[in-house]
């Protein structure tokens, strides 16, 4: 990435706000109602970016393993998880009213508790109140305490209930994982900085069960798996890194964390934390449920309860971070190109078919191409405009290959493939094309 050219760091956050708006990554929900206090939707082509974040995810932590299985648990739940949890008391920030301009605040966000950020006012915050983050409604036509429910704010819990029936029906043993991906809710008091923080938002979560002895072993394996995940897919190491937490900033359930975090353009923001949560949360299933929560070894005849290793992830905000990381700009005979230089597995688009022209006689060959591609790759078509602006269209997308028709081609049988990052041309005949992109593509 040339980083010379890259905008100052403001600039390029309202840049990549734009370009998500203007390209179809994402829009700010119910816009023509005015909009929806930091909610997002993720247009064609965001839906796309944010769908190979989490099968990248996926992959390595599920498909690359046989040591991790996945699960799709509920999103609507009992308090009775929640009660267990711990979330129902410890889920909470403090919050402070200002008695003056009425606006709402976390007091542990504040830089000054004396001053009001809003407009001002010396000491006219209120008492700070612990307020829960949990989203509740009641399900059924009901509105009783009997009928109450809560979105879940992790996925985390829907691994720890699920734990025997996974381990019944799977046959595996500690060390052993489940994986789930996601959305989550949480009430959070100062949403904000685009889908950084959200209040539906989507988590990619893995509990790692482990026996006792080896979960320290297994908390610096992940951490260090984590980590290399980010930049395998091409985040820079000038824009990542470990944080461990201070003891006074640990979950009430963790005897280690550390975050990976991303230099956003306002400073380092987390992506995911890794926690050795111990076995904080079978015990208390156990005890709260009265379902035995724990693993017969016939090895060495004892049973324990596992100590489990959390790599907890956002995938919206992890997409977010890819994005910043991606955009680039830079001169190309005396114009701005903006080129998204993101790593192919990442790419919304593998490939875009461009016919040169509209008319007949390219339209069936480019048709033709395009059905060649489309069972093995994510393909885009666009007839439409110059070619250049096609092309700058296209690295705007973060699209690594375009496939040009020419007048020639319906004569030679070949095609020219464009380079997104160099934007070199080569001719490659159409019965070779697919071997020619898919290994550039993995
Ligand atoms: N089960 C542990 C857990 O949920 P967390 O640190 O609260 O841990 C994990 O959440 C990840 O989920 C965070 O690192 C972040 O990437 C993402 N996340 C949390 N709250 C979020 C929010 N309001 N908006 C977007 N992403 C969020």
Redesign the pocket.
Known sequence: MSDVSVPNDVTLMEKVVNLSKRRGFVFPSAEIYGGFRSTYDYGPIGVQLLRNVKDAWWRSMVQMRDDVVGLDAAILSPPAIWEASGHLKNFTDPLVDCRQCRERFREDQLEDVTICPGCGGKDTFTEARNFNLMFKTHAGPVESDAAVAYLRP?T?QGMFINFSNVLQSSRKKPPFGIAQIGKSF?N?IT?GNFV???RE?E?M?LEFFVPPEEALQWYEYWCATRYQWYIDLGIPESKLRMRPHDADELSHYSSGTSDVEFLFPWGWG????IANRGDYDLTQHATHSGEKLDYFDQATNSRYVPHVI?P???A??TMMAFLLAAYDEEEVRGETRTVLRLHPRLAPYKVAVLPLSKKDDLMPMAREVLALLQPHLMCDFDETQAIGRRYRRQDELGTPFCVTIDFDSPEDQSVTIRERDTMEQVRVPVAELLAHLLPRLV
């Open positions: 992790e985390a949480r959070e949403p950084f923080r959200t938002f988590q979560e987390e992506l995911e934390g959390e907890a992830a956002g919206t905000r």
